[in-house]
């Protein structure tokens, strides 16, 4: 399972270095190739693979003509492209997800369960500083039992 925060870098040309917290569960656990998406273009969605092909196939359940359905596909293959991990450990991140989502220079990566998320540090945090947990968001996980 992946959790936690790990800030890094993107190289020049793009590349994620996966940290070595994260590298060494793919390693024992994935293997090298990866789908590497966004629903919203803000963050990349690094998916193991096998993980990414568990949504590939609830999706498949879902009527083709369902507007949510068509409104997840066109953004994941939008911003998505399959991606396999070089003998350093890093990760090309799709160009338009790069270019839109600002991940150029100083990132984080989080561990999300089962994928990995990729944020412009200072958007996150900006992101965060807006967005607080409030007392209603913890009721809301309390009767979820957390």
């Known amino acids: 399972m992946f959790r936690g925060n790990h800030p890094t870098r993107v190289d020049e040309k793009g590349r994620l270095k996966l940290p070595a917290e994260f590298k060494h569960l793919v390693d024992e656990q994935y293997g090298a190739r990866f789908y590497i998406t966004s629903k919203d273009g803000r963050v990349a969605e690094i998916y193991p693979l096998q993980e990414w092909e568990k949504i590939e196939q609830k999706l498949a359940l879902i009527p083709s003509f369902n507007p949510a359905r068509k409104k997840l596909l066109d953004r994941v293959n939008y ?26 220079t100083d990132v984080v990566v989080f561990g999300m ?16 500083e807006a967005n607080p947990l409030t007392p209603e968001d913890q009721m809301a996980l309390a009767n979820l039992g957390l």
């Open 79 to 104: 911003y998505g492209q399959l991606a396999e991990m070089d003998a350093q450990g890093r990760l090309l991140i799709p160009q338009i997800l790069r270019e839109e989502a600002k991940l150029m």
């Open 113 to 128: 369960q089962n994928y990995l998320e990729v944020a412009n540090r200072e958007d996150f945090k900006q992101h965060m």
